[in-house]
């Protein structure tokens, strides 16, 4: 039998496709007029290098695709530029909407057309499908994509999808909504905090009370249960060292349950005393074997290994250095722990670098969490370079949130009016805008 002359010519088609719409299924459809459709998918990775971790995840996004009569076959597609994978696949066909003639995909567009030219491919630009988009629907979807389940499961995610992922505290539902909604266009990408961090220290200034255990977890979840009501981003919340190791169950189930993704538990014992402060008299490091007793008893309470148990290690806040540390890390790691959150006062950033550098090199290495309350003038890319993949920003919103407010408060007692207020606060509807109105 003769074989046939005839080669189906490929078709390349770049797709995130988090939550397919029909703008993608008329884009594939078009493609497979031309000839075999193949996908290159977009990794976690490659959309987390421009916006946030998709809703679904990339083996999922396969399968989903993988399903569509359209589709030949689906490759990954590791960073937003194509030319790696066409150099590869060498498509006669590249199928792109028109939306991407203007605006930040312009050089990827750019690079694709130049690369087509090598073996007289061809870009194909189907008008774009109006008023439709991924971001639109998970807009519409925020209850789904907000339900505890999701929410867990996510910080996990993104902290093996990005460079680093970035946590801002939040003490009430407004400043969830602040953390929420907030963003920037930085280098012609999406920049937005990925979390929110539940903080025993701003959780109790906003009561009152001093930040020592004096404020019960069950106070404190009642009160971070109205904050996840109205945001969808993940929390972290901070559990101090955690109290009897008893109640550890009832407490990672409460958590697990609301939603937050993870618990970190520091590794000092007895009566709490914050740990920015320079007199640490009397505060004590608990055994590092007992501490891992914790950390199992967190791990084995968890209804699923997204539920992430990260252990903080006040080695160098209580002058134990660092071979202490990096053996403390070791143990905890062995135990279970998700992350390590290495804990320092400095005004730099050299101890936590140090460990860092250390610890690589250990079998045990996980990763890497930071709080650079003290040493704030340090880059996330340095950050990065040193292998952490967790920042909190662990008291700024209060902090800032304190002095305008005193401020505002001493200008209406000082001119017996609140006019002169008015210009430095922002207007009422800016506050009622974020709020959801259904």
């Known amino acids: 039998m003769k074989q046939s002359k005839y080669v189906k010519k490929k078709v390349y088609i770049g797709l995130s496709a988090d939550i397919l719409h029909k703008g993608h299924i008329n884009i ?56 790696e994978n066409l150099n590869l696949i060498k498509p006669n066909y590249v199928i792109h909407g028109d939306d991407w003639k203007t605006g930040v995909q312009q050089k990827t567009r750019d690079r694709v057309i130049k690369t087509l030219r090598k073996w007289s491919g061809k870009l194909i630009e189907p008008k774009y499908t109006k008023n439709i988009s991924s971001t639109l629907i998970k807009k519409q979807m925020s209850d789904i994509i907000s339900s505890p389940d999701n929410r867990v499961a996510r910080l996990k995610r993104m902290i093996y999808s990005k460079n680093i992922v970035r946590v801002l505290e939040s003490h009430n539902s407004l ?24 903080s025993s220290l701003t959780d109790s200034a906003t009561k009152g009370l001093p930040d020592n255990s004096s404020l019960s977890f069950s106070s404190r979840i009642s009160s971070l249960q109205d904050m996840l009501d109205v945001t969808s981003k993940p929390v972290v919340f901070d559990a101090d060292n955690g109290g009897q190791i008893e109640h550890l169950p009832f407490l990672v189930r409460s958590l697990e349950r609301s939603g937050v993704s993870a618990i970190i538990m520091e590794d000092k014992i007895g009566l709490k005393k914050n ?40 080695s160098f806040i209580l002058g134990k250095g660092l071979r202490d540390a990096l053996k403390r890390a070791e143990i905890y790691s062995k135990a279970g722990a998700d992350a390590i959150l290495i804990h ?91 709020i959801k109105n259904d």
């Open 175 to 198: 400043t969830g909504l602040i953390i929420d909604k907030v963003n920037i266009i930085k280098d012609k990408k999406i920049i937005e905090f990925d979390g929110m961090w539940s």
């Open 275 to 314: 740990s920015l402060f320079k007199n640490q008299s009397g505060a004590k490091q608990d055994k590092p074997n007992d501490f891992a007793k914790k950390i199992k008893k967190i791990c084995s309470s968890r209804q699923s290994t997204d539920f992430m148990a990260i252990a903080r290690i006040e």
């Open 344 to 434: 320092s006062k400095e005004k730099t950033p050299s101890e936590i670098f140090s460990f860092a550098k250390e610890f690589k090199k250990s079998k045990y290495y996980i990763p890497l969490v930071s709080v650079p309350s003290t040493y704030s003038k340090t880059y996330e890319k340095d950050l990065i370079k040193n292998g952490f993949k967790l920042v909190i920003y662990a008291n700024q919103l209060l902090r800032a949130a304190y002095p305008a407010m005193q401020n505002t408060a001493r200008k209406i007692l000082k001119n017996s009016r609140a006019f002169e207020a008015d210009k430095t606060i922002i207007p009422i509807k800016e506050i009622i805008s974020l």
């Open 28 to 83: 594939l459809k078009i493609g497979k007029k031309y000839g075999d459709v193949i996908v290159g998918l977009l990794t976690d990775e490659a959309i987390a290098s421009y916006k946030n971790i998709p809703y679904l995840n990339y083996e999922k996004r396969k399968i989903v695709l993988e399903n569509i009569k359209y589709v030949t076959k689906v490759i990954p597609q590791k960073t937003l530029d194509y030319v």
